[in-house]
């Protein structure tokens, strides 16, 4: 059986139609999934027109935790993504070939047939991408499986790669395990960008072995590593090239500050505001304290309920409001007319691990910050204010609402010395060197 990608000429030209290049084995497939019967899935790659190679170096990107579709849905709000993003026009590099995670050709189509198409991939004689399929959703968890996963998976890219006409290309990936189990003799250096200590966040416990595994291989084959904090190095204490390049913001969105939506313009001030996924990294106990010191004011929450029960003891508390994820262009209307942005984070492994993207996003906006003592956001800025971990926040919110909003000169400031630009630079210099 063939499953053809629903959207595989979507956003191609003419010119560059023709017949669909289809991708792994039977064998490959068992191999992965450990079902000997499995029923291959042939794979398809959006191509560009293969080109002379230039001095600049190739590139192979990889998602870890998305899609160049599912990154298109979130607004590119996320670090992988806007490295992804970048690297298809970025003066560096040569040709470049993003490819996503393998994701489930079933429910592929099934998005497909409710009308729910990927968003097509900027396709030029630059950039290229690959997008595997398999039957199951999820990688495997035993070692064994995980091995071969990986080992199918890598030759996969490289196959796209080569019909690309690549040579020795750079690898930077945000997948642990494929930086961790890839082999890529047939590549140049290898790059790991961490953006998140996985070992250290729940969600992947299942995963835990491959991902220590994962993090021993990188020390072992010196891989170079640039992860977004010091306690992501730490962990993985590579022996190849690393670097702490922490989270940054696009210049572009925080030049003027948008519109915010109606529903937060009309609530009552002090402003108060959480940006963010809405996990149990969240302090509730400091929500509830603080809104009780400033009941004329508003808390709102923005972003998704991943877990509901965590935030039920906020549900009856008249000044915080809890809503859903807003579009990009909203956040930064959101940010432009809080009076102070909160990061109140529980200290764990996780935590101590992150640069949170809201921090910087916060300060571009020109919002005072109080927040939680963390290695990630000490250091920043002399407007954040920081409390204990589980501290109270009030005193500092009453200073941070007198220090008011940023001179617009600093802010503008503060947005070009923390610019995605300057952050990719200081990424490339460790994953081209030599090169």
Known sequence: MRIAHPDSNRGRSPASLGAVPWYSSRSDYAEATEKPDAVAVRLPVALASVRPRTTRPDLIFTFAGTSWSGAAARGFSF???????ALTGHPRVGRV???DPFRSAPRKLARALLGRADTPFPVSERAAQHSPLRLRRRDPTSMRAVKRTYAAYEQGVRRAALRQGFERPVIVTANPLLAGFGDFGWA????????????????????????????RRIRVNRRRVVAVT?????RISPTGPNAVVPNAV?????????EPPRWFAELPSPRLLYVGSLQSRIDVEQIRTLAAAFPE???????????????????????????????????????GHAQVGLIPHVRSALTEAMSPLKLYEYLAGGLPVVA??????????????????????EGAVRRALLLG???????????????????????LDIALAGE
């Not at 696009?250 to 948008?258: A, S, V």
Request: hydrophobic content about 40%; proline content about 10%; aromatic content about 8%.
């Open 79 to 85: 670090t992988e993504d806007r490295f992804a993003a």
């Open 97 to 99: 070939l993003v490819c």
């Open 188 to 215: 140049g250096p290898v790059t790991y960008y961490g953006w998140d200590d996985v070992v250290a966040y729940e969600p992947r416990r299942r995963w835990l072995n491959a991902d220590l595994e994962a993090y």
């Open 230 to 234: 010091r306690e992501i190095i730490d």
């Open 250 to 258: 696009n210049e572009e969105e925080w030049l003027e500050p948008t």
């Open 297 to 335: 004011g508003s808390i709102a929450l923005v972003g998704p309920l991943q877990e509901p029960a965590h935030f039920a003891p906020l549900r009856d508390i008249p000044n915080v409001h809890i809503r859903p994820p807003v579009p990009r262009s909203a956040v930064t209307g959101l940010i």
């Open 372 to 393: 939680v003592d963390l290695p990630g956001i000490a250091g920043i800025s002399n407007r954040v204010l920081l409390v204990p971990p589980g501290g109270e926040m």
């Open 405 to 427: 909003r940023e001179r617009e000169d600093r802010r503008l400031a503060f947005v070009a010395e923390h610019s995605w630009a300057r952050r990719f630079d200081s990424l």
